[in-house]
C-alpha cells in the first residue's frame, strides 16, 4: 500500500554538523520522487531520514517532522525497526548477503517477520520478489548461487527484490543505477516505471536524464558552501523544473552551468 | 610500474625495462620466499626430531621399557602407548571444555566492543582484553591455584549433589578442587583474551554496507548481527578459537599447578587424580626422567604435536568448505 509522506521543517545533523537544514515538502503516493542536486548537499542524509537509517550513524540526529500517512515517524513511542519494515532502502553499491545464496538474500527480509515460513511459502515468495524485479529468468536455474556471483546489475536487481519482497509501503533508491552499466540502469529505470503502481518511490540520482525520465516530481537541493547545510530550493512537476524551474540555481544546475 | 623515465631509458637502452626496480622486485619476492619456505623447514626440523627422538621408545617392548622407565609398567594400562592414550584424552578433554567455556564468553564481549559499548568504554574494554594477554600463564596458574579453586571447591559439591545425574558432573566431587573442570575454567580464562581480541577485530571489519541492508530491512540490532556479522566473521571465528585451543592444548604450567594429576578415561570432570594433560606431564615428568624416560616424553610430544596439526587442519577445512560464501569474492 502506498503512502504519502510529509516532510515538516527537517534539520539533520552529524554531531553539531548541521547537514540539511529546513527541508520541507510533500510526496504522492503512487509517485515517484527523484532528488537531485551537487555532491554533498545532503541528498543522501535526507533520504535515511526518510526510513530512520539517518539514526545509524553516532551522533547523527534529526528535527522536525517527517510525517506517513500523518504519523509522524519521529513521534515518541515509534520504533525505527518498525519504521523500516514499512518504507524499504536501496543503496547506491548493490549490497546482497555475500554468505546468502540468491534466494537467501530475497527471503531475508520475509524471515526477519516469519521464521517459519513454510518452503512452498518461501518459493512462492522468493518467485514473486524475483518476477517483480525483473531477474526471475535470469537466476530462476541458480537460486543457490551465492548472490554475489551474480553481476553488477543483477546484484542491484537482487536487492530491489530483497526491499520489495517485504511489502514496504515506500521505497528509497539512493543512486541505485551510478554502480551500473547503461542496459542494467534502463533495466532499473523500467522497472522503477512498474514498481510506481505499488509504492512510493523516492529516488536521488545524478544522472538528469535519468530524473526526467523516471520520474513525476523532482526535488533540487543545494549547498551555499562548504561547511554549509544543503537546503531545498525548489520541488515541482519533472517536466517543470526541467523546462522553465522557478530558481536561477536550478536552471544553473541542469543545465551544467554549475559553479 | 614498467614506464620509465627517460633518463634511464638511455642507460638500460631499452626503455620497458627498469633495472633497478626489477632488481629490488627479484630481491623481495625472493626474501618473501625465503621466509615462507623458513617456517616449512622449522616445521620439518620438529617433525623430524620429534620422530627421531621418540623413535627408540616407539619401538622397544614394554618389558624394556618398564625396566628403564619407572612410571611405565607391562600391564595393558600402564605402557607407553595406554598412557599416551589417557593423556592424549586428558588434553583433548581439558581443551575442549576450556574452549566451550571460553569461546561464547569471548564471543560475547568482542560482540559487545565491537557493536554494544559507547565508543569510550569498548576502547576501554579493549585495552583491558590485551593487557589480559599479556599475563604469563604462570600467573594465572598461582591466581586459579591460591584465589579461584577454593572458591570454587563448594561450588563443585552442590554441582556434584544437585547434576550428579549429568554424565560429567557424576562420580566423586573432589573437596580440593584440583579437577580437571578448574584446569578447563583457568584454561578458558587464559585463552579469553586472545579470542576475544581476534574475533572483536573481524567484527569489526563487517562491511557497514552489509549491516545497512540489514538494519534497512527492518533487523533489529540482534538480527543485524546474526544476518551480517556472524556470517561475515564465521571464519574468523573458527580462527580465532582454534588460535585459542592451540594454546590450551600446549598450556603447561597453570595446568601443572592446579590439577592433581591421574591417568583415565573418565568423563567425571569433578574427580580429582583422573585426568591429566600430555603437556603438564611432560613438566612433572621431565626433571627426573633418564634418558629412555626422555624418550618416552618425547614420544607423547610427538602425540601433541599430531593432535595440534590435526585440530588446524580440521579448521581450515571447515573455513574453506564454504568459502564460496565468505563475502570475500
Ligand atoms: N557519516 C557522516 N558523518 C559526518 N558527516 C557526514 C556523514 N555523511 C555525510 N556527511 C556530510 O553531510 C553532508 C551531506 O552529505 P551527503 O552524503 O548527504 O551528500 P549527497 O548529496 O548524498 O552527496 P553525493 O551526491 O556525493 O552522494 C556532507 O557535507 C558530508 O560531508
Ligand atoms: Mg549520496
Keep these: ?259 | 610500474m614498467t614506464t620509465v623515465a627517460p633518463a634511464r631509458s638511455e642507460s638500460t637502452g631499452d626503455s620497458l625495462t627498469a633495472a633497478r626496480s626489477s632488481l629490488a622486485n627479484a630481491f623481495f619476492s625472493r626474501l618473501t620466499a625465503g621466509a615462507a619456505s623458513l617456517i616449512l623447514v622449522t616445521l620439518a626440523a620438529v617433525a623430524t626430531f620429534l620422530l627421531v627422538r621418540a623413535w627408540p621408545a616407539i619401538t622397544s617392548s614394554s618389558a624394556d621399557l618398564a625396566s628403564k622407565v619407572d612410571w611405565l609398567g607391562t600391564a595393558s594400562s600402564d605402557t607407553l602407548i595406554a598412557t599416551i592414550g589417557y593423556l592424549v584424552f586428558g588434553t583433548l578433554l581439558i581443551g575442549t571444555m576450556a574452549l566451550l567455556i571460553g569461546a561464547p564468553i569471548s564471543f560475547g564481549i568482542a560482540l559487545f566492543i565491537s557493536h554494544y559499548a559507547p565508543r569510550r568504554l569498548a576502547a576501554t574494554l579493549g585495552y583491558i582484553v590485551d593487557l589480559l594477554a599479556a599475563v604469563p600463564s604462570v600467573i594465572y596458574g598461582l591466581w586459579g591455584g591460591f584465589v579461584l579453586i577454593p572458591k570454587l571447591a563448594p561450588f563443585y559439591g552442590w554441582l556434584n549433589r544437585e547434576f550428579g545425574w549429568f554424565p560429567l558432573f557424576a562420580g566423586e566431587a573432589s573437596p580440593t578442587g584440583r579437577v580437571a573442570l578448574s584446569a578447563s575454567i583457568v584454561l578458558a580464562i587464559m585463552i579469553l583474551p586472545i579470542i576475544t581480541a581476534v574475533t572483536r577485530e573481524v567484527f569489526l571489519q563487517t562491511p557497514v554496507l552489509h549491516e545497512e541492508a540489514a538494519l534497512a530491512m527492518g533487523a533489529t540490532r540482534w538480527e543485524m548481527i546474526r544476518m551480517a556479522v556472524f556470517p561475515f566473521a564465521r571464519s574468523g571465528m573458527i580462527g580465532a578459537t582454534m588460535l585459542g585451543l592451540g594454546r590450551a592444548l600446549g598450556e603447561t604450567m597453570a595446568v601443572y599447578m592446579i590439577l592433581s594429576p591421574g591417568l583415565s578415561y573418565s568423563f567425571h570432570v569433578l574427580e580429582a587424580s583422573s585426568h591429566n594433560t600430555i603437556a603438564a606431564n611432560i613438566a612433572l615428568k621431565f626433571p627426573e626422567a633418564n634418558a629412555t624416560g626422555v624418550e618416552a616424553l618425547i614420544a607423547m610430544g610427538l602425540a601433541l604435536f599430531v593432535i595440534t596439526l590435526a585440530v588446524n587442519v580440521l579448521a581450515r577445512w571447515v573455513v574453506s568448505r564454504r568459502s564460496e560464501f565468505s563475502g570475500a569474492n
Aim: net charge negative.
Design chain 1, 1 to 259: 500500500m502506498a503512502k504519502r509522506i510529509d516532510v515538516n521543517n527537517l534539520n539533520v545533523y552529524y554531531r553539531a554538523f548541521c547537514a540539511v537544514e529546513g527541508v520541507s515538502l510533500a510526496i504522492e503516493p503512487h509517485s515517484v520522487t527523484a532528488l537531485i542536486g551537487p555532491s554533498g548537499c545532503g541528498k543522501s542524509t535526507f533520504i535515511r531520514t526518510i526510513n530512520r537509517m539517518h539514526e545509524v550513524i553516532p551522533g547523527a540526529r534529526v528535527e522536525g517532522e517527517v510525517l506517513m500517512d500523518g504519523i509522524d515517524l519521529y513521534a515518541p513511542g515509534i520504533d525505527p525497526v518498525a519504521v523500516r519494515r514499512h518504507v524499504g532502502m536501496v543503496f547506491q553499491r548493490p549490497n546482497p548477503f555475500p554468505t546468502m545464496t540468491i534466494a537467501e538474500n530475497a527471503l531475508a527480509g520475509t524471515r526477519l517477520n516469519n521464521r517459519r515460513i513454510s518452503k512452498a511459502d518461501a518459493e512462492e515468495v522468493v518467485e514473486t520478489s524475483l518476477k517483480a524485479a525483473n531477474l526471475w529468468e535470469e537466476v530462476k536455474d541458480r537460486l543457490d548461487r551465492p548472490g554475489s556471483s551474480l553481476s553488477g546489475g543483477q546484484q542491484q536487481r537482487l536487492c530491489i527484490a530483497r526491499a520489495i519482497a517485504i511489502k514496504p509501503d515506500v521505497l528509497l533508491m539512493d543512486e541505485p543505477c551510478s554502480a551500473l552499466d547503461p542496459i542494467s540502469t534502463l533495466a532499473i529505470e523500467d522497472l522503477i516505471a512498474e514498481l510506481k503502481s505499488e509504492y512510493t518511490i523516492v529516488i536521488v540520482t545524478h544522472n538528469m536524464q535519468q530524473a526526467a525520465r523516471v520520474s513525476d516530481r523532482t526535488a533540487f537541493f543545494n549547498i551555499a558552501g562548504a561547511g554549509k547545510p544543503g537546503k531545498l530550493i525548489e520541488m515541482n512537476a519533472t517536466s517543470v523544473i526541467f523546462s522553465s524551474p522557478a530558481e536561477r540555481a536550478t536552471e544553473d544546475y541542469i543545465s551544467g552551468r554549475f559553479g
